[in-house]
């Protein structure tokens, strides 16, 4: 059956490359005598017509909305020259409605796909052209994806899609829905073994979402980007609600309160150029090493600024990103989902040129709790590193999970055993540093030795215990009257990295000045670590659930 | 003697480099085994620094939140004095005679501000027997007090401003005595100094507005509203004489300093000596200055001030019974350590020198380094964490005063100085250059400085000529500071510098150690098109490499731009066409955005490919926030005062609220004429730079 429907594309394919062949020149007789010449004239006025997409009317109008096409997309994306195109002369196979028609057929339809290089290193790349039909999704549209995706899991490079699709071409029917299928199934079986990107630059909604939400990581563009299952005229017939396209789904929305999106950038073009900057952070493949950049910053440099930055108060707020910039590479942190769950702070850089992970409570947010949302976010990041090769550097300052109804209803216990999961079940080098609190079943979770951390630190300000003093105090000493000097006992005894260091929980009570130094050390070390997990079918990590609501 | 040196050399901030000040330090001369200083910051630190080379013990003082200060670090010894106000902390005075006891301190430094000027302090710590290194209570007293000292001045034949002896009851009198004296006046506090709760009136509105700031200027800083009213002399320099006496009748003057560059009556850049001054004048004023100090039988290290006319009539202001701030270039000039002198004053030994062993050496130039913003009334405080912060010690010639530290925080609570940058130079010319240097390697990241106000001052032809008065900040920037005006060559220098810069960025990111995946099919490229955008203009440019060095091609010029091009340094030491210039990069993105401190003064530019640029015509124009109706706060403060409730209708230039930060009051104004939608803020609440305070209709 599949070898008979292959046939009739074939057909369908070649049916409409002859035709619109003629296209611009009907006065020309219908001949093939002229041979090569011909042939050679159809081909040049193919990749012309290629090039144009929908037509300068069409390029017009997405120039008017603020938004490039599809080709200058890739260019801005790829080295200059490096782009180089599949599938210029597909066309879409669909005869009814008045499709068949010659002004109706696009060569390379709606999509432009291909592979190139960011900064000498391949990638393959597929970008929606909104000129042509939207960028509606044909069956022609998903076998182009479905190419360069097949080819990059075979040579083992990331994909990063460009998307910017009306979606489904409903004229094609359950054509379009298999198309979308066939590329979730491809996103699923990519999933771990190339990084997957998608920069959503226009609509991307219905079906088409799920997508860039089985890829790595979701980017959007603001004011001119928006995900959403369904549009504001459904939501309205549905529920009733009045609500906005930018509200429902803009790039605000995802990075702030849906987590759809890990980050959004201006325009295309700001975004486009920070692709590549964060392109350069990534793994190749799950076979390639975290790559290792030239880099001018001292891998010995002291930090003197964090001898004071933990305030003596053990209740009082710090910025967790200050730790980060001053101890990684030239002050250079691409955080991911920033707006999001800010209580965990999440993203790439690099130690000595090495591209690693940083994982850090943000004590400014919430007093760096773990709570829902913080957990998922946390546990989604782990996992790619883990899954790339990516060092996992843990900035610990938790002082338990947020207590309530609305974490408990909204299923905490499910959400954070992620975060807990995802730590367990990382073999790359784990190195953490407890710069102050490490509370609860919290400590156990952040990337402790007990998950079989590499090497873990304290600060000489840190405090590993069930609970803060006062807590511990009332239950230890009940009923009893001098909660003062229990306190004060207390503190004495655990308010200080002693009783992880004497145990052998932490390796190390490190100077935090010499942080960088110790952390670029240990990264050399680990870079031969091996470890594996035992074998399985895949593992089962408690996904279900719904998510509770974004922490704005 | 010395103790720990190694311990605290590395965090210690007062570097003494070469040319500062080289007393002979006499150990066989005892005087005190430890020395308490009330104060916090760069003069905690200056006074440790002596202390430790006369091998005295040193206590520090100090509020919760500066637990972790440099100058706790470099004291011997720490006592906390309360929490972050300083009327709970540096002023509470039980506390500090509790941390005397508590360590047996034998004698208190009070640096400057706080208590040092204080005469129930020195009186405290005369009771108990414990050194004031300072004058006595009755000089502190008499100086202290501008009506008095005005007195005693005259009697001792001083010059002095015509003016009213004596404290003005109301508003009505002080327009009254204003039209008295004729306009201006000077509105200033009895008990005030350093420009606080000092104003200027050049009509009645202006007096009775002024005499309302300034009793409530005087009441928060000094505890003390009682005003007085004199003769503003229009124009003029302030030149204050440094003066040393011991507890023997001996007096000297150790030259002056040139401190007209101000701002809101506070100091910004001093020198010593003045481009002004002439020998005879010179004398006329240090023996005035002398027979002043005599006349209070004062002792210790002080500062009378002058303000100095056209004609060099000179006027005496006011006597500083402490250490200045700007002390440092005194020490530059005269080789003397003043704290080591007062010392040795407190201590009751006569002085070492006669007036004719004190010399004029050299030339020196002192740089307040401010966390202030400079384009708001030429410096309005800021806040926040030195995220990154280097000294220019690399340089010769330089010395720093800084109480601070990378990590520091620069908080509400207490004075905006980063530092005193002094330079040294055998003449004016070298140590202005020395400072453009200094002022060029200074790396302050994390709160906003006032470096590029210092570092357009300097070069100024009106102050390299010394054409120079306590106006020239708003005579030579009247709508304001705007920051450094590029030449044509300059905007070439700086265009050429990011464009080779971004390609070096470019290049870099190609750089992948040991990855075989790396296509070795691509060409390096040698060549780049580039577009740059700077100030609103868009410049094409060109530029090849060869090695490190870069030749820019600008409108038809060409640049060679060499450099290490090390990406991870925040100094960016580049050579234009053959010329030295060192640059900062404060920042540097992804979407072509960089900002290069050039000169002092910080540029935005972006450089993009050539495509990229073509492209960004379509990317839509992002609509900014409409900022005529609503008020937000200039610095981080405290309100003081709103005078509006939602609902009220608002002129324009209505006064809606007032802030206080470093205590300097700040009247917020209306700027268009509205009806008041909502007021966020309430009197005594704490608020940030940028806060949203009041919304108009």
């Known amino acids: 059956m599949a070898a008979l429907a292959a046939v009739r594309r074939c057909r369908v394919l070649l049916h409409g490359a002859v035709k619109s062949s003629f296209r611009g020149s009907p006065s020309q007789p219908r001949s093939y005598s002229a041979g090569r010449l011909s042939v050679q004239e159809r081909i040049e006025r193919k990749r012309q017509a290629a090039l144009v997409g929908g037509g300068q009317k069409r390029i017009d109008a997405q120039h008017g909305r603020g938004k490039l096409t599809a080709r200058e997309r890739v260019a801005l994306l790829l080295d200059p020259d490096s782009f180089v195109e599949y599938d210029a002369f597909v066309e879409h196979r669909c005869s009814d409605f008045g499709m068949e028609a010659d002004h109706n057929k696009f060569p390379g339809d709606s999509v432009v796909t291909g592979q190139g290089r960011i900064n000498g290193r391949l990638v393959y790349v597929f970008s929606q052209d909104f000129t042509v039909f939207g960028g509606s999704l044909s069956g022609a549209h998903a076998q182009k994806i479905c190419k360069i995706m097949d080819q990059a899991m075979l040579v083992g490079a990331p994909v990063i899609g460009l998307n910017d699709s009306g979606g489904a071409r409903i004229q094609e029917g359950v054509e379009s829905l298999a198309g979308y299928a066939d590329i979730f199934l491809r996103n699923v079986m990519a999933s771990g073994v190339v990084p997957q990107i998608s920069l959503i630059m226009g609509p991307c909604a219905g079906g088409a979402v799920y997508s860039p939400a089985l890829t790595d990581f979701t980017f959007m563009v603001k004011d001119t980007s928006y995900l959403f299952i369904t549009g504001p005229d459904v939501v309205k017939s549905v529920t009733n609600e009045d609500v906005t396209q930018e509200e429902l789904g803009g790039a605000k929305t995802h990075t702030a309160v849906s987590g759809v999106a890990h980050k959004a950038f201006e325009n295309d073009i700001d975004a486009l150029l920070n692709l590549r900057e964060f392109f350069n952070f990534l793994p190749l493949s799950n076979k390639d090493p975290s790559p290792v950049t030239e880099c001018h910053d001292p891998s010995d440099r002291l930090v003197p600024g964090l001898d004071t930055l933990v305030p003596l108060e053990s209740t009082k707020a710090y910025d967790m990103l200050d730790v980060i910039h001053s101890i990684v590479d030239e002050r250079d942190f691409f955080e991911i989902m920033p707006n999001y769950a800010k209580n965990i702070v999440v993203g790439f850089a690099r130690m000595n040129g090495r591209t690693v992970g940083i994982v850090g409570n943000q004590p400014k947010v919430a007093s760096g709790c773990l709570d829902i949302n913080s957990s998922v976010k946390g546990a989604r990041f782990v996992r790619f590193c883990d899954a790339f090769n990516v060092p996992i550097i843990t900035f610990v300052d938790v002082p338990g999970f947020l207590p309530g109804t609305a974490q408990e209803y909204g299923g905490i216990i499910r959400h954070g055993a992620k975060l807990l999961y995802a730590f367990a079940e990382a073999t790359v080098p784990k190195i953490t540093i407890i710069t102050r609190k490490a509370y609860g079943g919290a400590y156990d979770v952040m990337s402790s030795k007990h998950l079989r951390g590499d090497v873990n630190y304290a600060w000489p300000s840190a405090e590993v215990a069930v609970m803060g003093a006062k807590g511990a105090v009332q239950i230890i000493f009940r009923g009893k009257n001098n909660q003062a000097d229990a306190e004060a006992e207390y503190v004495e005894k655990f308010a200080n990295p002693f009783p992880a260091a004497v145990r052998g929980f932490v390796d190390d009570i490190v100077v935090p000045s010499t942080t960088r130094r110790r952390i670029c050390r240990d990264l050399e070390v680990l870079a031969t670590k091996k470890q594996t997990n035992p074998w399985k079918k895949h593992a089962n990590v408690p996904l279900a659930g719904k998510k509770g609501r974004g922490r704005r | 003697y010395l103790i720990d040196h190694a311990a605290f050399r590395s965090r210690c901030c007062i570097i003494v480099s070469r040319a500062q000040y080289s007393t002979v330090y006499d150990h066989n001369e005892k005087t005190f085994d430890k020395i308490l200083i009330a104060n916090r910051g760069e003069i905690a630190c200056r006074v ?586 200039p610095m981080p403060g405290t309100v003081v005062a709103v005078s509006v409730k939602a609902g009220d209708t608002v002129a324009e230039g209505q006064e809606i609220c007032v802030i206080e930060a470093m205590k300097m009051q700040n009247s917020m104004t209306a700027a268009k004429t509205a009806k008041v939608r909502s007021v966020h803020c309430k009197p005594g609440e704490t608020v940030g730079e940028g806060d949203l305070l009041v919304e108009l209709e």
Request: one cysteine or more; charged letters at 25%.
């Open chain 2, 48 to 633: 440790m620094k002596t202390c430790k080379k006369m091998g005295i013990k040193t206590v520090a003082v100090h509020s919760d939140v500066d637990a972790n200060a440099v100058h706790v670090k470099m004291a011997d010894e720490a006592v906390c004095v309360g929490p972050a106000p300083t009327s709970k902390s540096y002023l509470n005075m039980d506390a500090i005679m509790n941390a005397i006891r508590q360590t047996g301190a034998q004698a208190v430094h009070p640096g400057y501000g706080f208590l040092s000027e204080n005469k129930e302090f020195a009186k405290r710590l005369a009771a108990e027997g414990v050194s004031f290194i300072g004058p006595d209570t009755h000089a502190i007293q008499a100086m202290g007090d501008k009506i008095e000292s005005k007195l005693i001045a005259k009697a001792a034949k001083v010059n002095t401003i015509p003016g009213f002896d004596g404290v003005v009851k109301d508003a009505d009198e002080a327009v009254r005595i204003a039209n008295e004296i004729g306009y201006p006046v000077m509105i200033k506090a009895s008990a005030g100094g350093g420009g606080k709760g000092m104003r200027i009136a050049w009509n009645d509105e202006e007096t009775r507005e002024g005499f309302r700031f300034s009793s409530q200027e005087a009441a928060s800083s000094f505890g003390d509203d009682r005003l007085l009213i004199e003769k503003f002399i229009d124009n003029p320099r302030h030149i204050e004489i440094q003066v040393l006496a011991d507890k023997h009748g001996n007096a000297l003057w150790l030259n002056e300093r040139e401190c007209s560059i101000q701002r809101r009556n506070q100091k910004v850049v001093e020198e010593a000596p003045s481009t002004f001054l002439d020998p005879e004048t010179r004398r006329a004023m240090g023996e005035q200055a002398v027979s002043l100090a005599k006349a209070v039988n004062y002792s210790s290290a002080g500062t009378v001030e002058f303000l100095v006319d056209s004609r060099k009539n000179f006027y005496f202001l006011e006597m500083n019974t402490r250490l200045q701030v700007e002390h440092p270039i005194t020490e530059c000039i005269t080789g003397l350590d003043l704290v080591q002198q007062m010392i040795r004053i407190a201590k009751g030994f006569p002085l070492q020198h006669t007036q004719a062993e004190i010399p004029i050496n050299g030339w020196a130039i002192e740089s307040r380094v401010y966390a202030e913003d400079p384009y708001k009334s030429f410096g309005l405080p800021s806040i926040g964490r030195l995220s990154q912060y280097q000294e220019p010690l690399n340089l010769h010639n330089v010395r720093v005063d800084s109480g601070i530290e990378e990590g520091s925080d620069i908080s509400i609570y207490y004075d905006p100085m980063i530092s005193k940058l002094v330079t040294y130079g055998a003449t004016r010319a070298e140590a202005l250059k020395k400072m453009e240097d200094a002022l060029d390697n200074y790396v302050i990241r994390g709160v906003t400085h006032n470096i590029p106000l210092l570092r357009e001052i300097i070069v100024h032809p009106r102050f390299i000529s010394g054409d120079i008065s306590t106006k020239f900040l708003p005579e030579v920037y009247p709508e304001g500071f705007k920051g450094h005006q590029l030449t044509a060559t300059g905007r070439k220098e700086l265009l050429a510098t990011a464009a080779s810069l971004f390609v070096a960025a470019q290049l870099r990111a190609q750089k992948f150690l040991g990855d075989l995946r790396v296509s070795n099919t691509q060409q390096e490229r040698r060549s780049w098109e580039l577009c740059v955008e700077l100030e609103k203009g868009v410049h094409m440019l060109g530029v090849s490499r060869s090695g490190a060095t870069y030749t820019v091609e600008i409108d038809g010029d060409k640049l060679e731009v060499s450099s290490d091009w090390n990406l991870a340094s925040p100094l960016l030491t580049v050579t234009l066409n053959g010329i030295h210039r060192t640059l900062q990069c404060l920042s540097r993105n992804a979407a072509g955005e960089i900002s290069l401190q050039y000169l002092g003064t910080t540029f935005k530019l972006r450089v993009l490919s050539k495509l990229a640029a073509a492209l960004s015509v379509h990317m839509p124009e992002k609509v900014p926030e409409d900022t005529s109706s609503i008020l937000r706060s």
